[in-house]
């Protein structure tokens, strides 16, 4: 049976990094675009950043949006979120999800395949 298993989440202080991990299992994410999703409470979920399936010659490239990047370790079957400059607003639980198609997709419907999510709380 095929997982996404998200950690590193935890309580961090404003201006600092965090780093959120994805590892399948049971599952090779080479072959999946992988999605980053995060609900606060009393708000709907939102997408943050994803990355490509690494196919082949198609390989994703890491991405990169504002205090967000997203990168794979094809050797640890991981994906990682890195998120610098902590605010109090990025408080949320993170969800990685993914989809096999090579693509990201903005929607979360789009993705059949959950973690169980990481807490990320952002407080001084």
């Known amino acids: 049976q095929s997982q996404l298993v998200e950690s590193g989440g935890g309580l961090a202080q404003p201006g600092r990094s965090l780093r959120l991990s994805c590892k399948g299992s049971?599952?090779?994410?080479?072959?999946?675009?992988v999605g980053w999703f995060r609900q606060a409470p009393g708000k709907e979920r939102e997408g943050v950043l994803c990355?490509?399936?690494?196919?082949?010659?198609?390989n994703s490239r890491d991405t990169v949006k504002g205090r967000f990047s997203v990168s794979r370790d094809k050797a640890k079957n991981t994906v990682y979120l890195d998120i610098s400059s902590l605010k109090p607003e990025d408080t949320a639980i993170y969800y990685c999800?993914?989809?096999?198609?090579?693509?990201?997709?903005?929607?979360?419907?789009?993705?059949?395949?959950w973690g169980q999510g990481t807490q990320v709380t952002v407080s001084s």
């Open positions: 990355i490509n399936a690494d196919v082949g010659s198609l």
């Open positions: 999800a993914a989809e096999r198609r090579f693509f990201c997709q903005d929607s979360p419907t789009s993705y059949e395949h």
């Open positions: 049971g599952v090779s994410l080479d072959n999946f675009a």
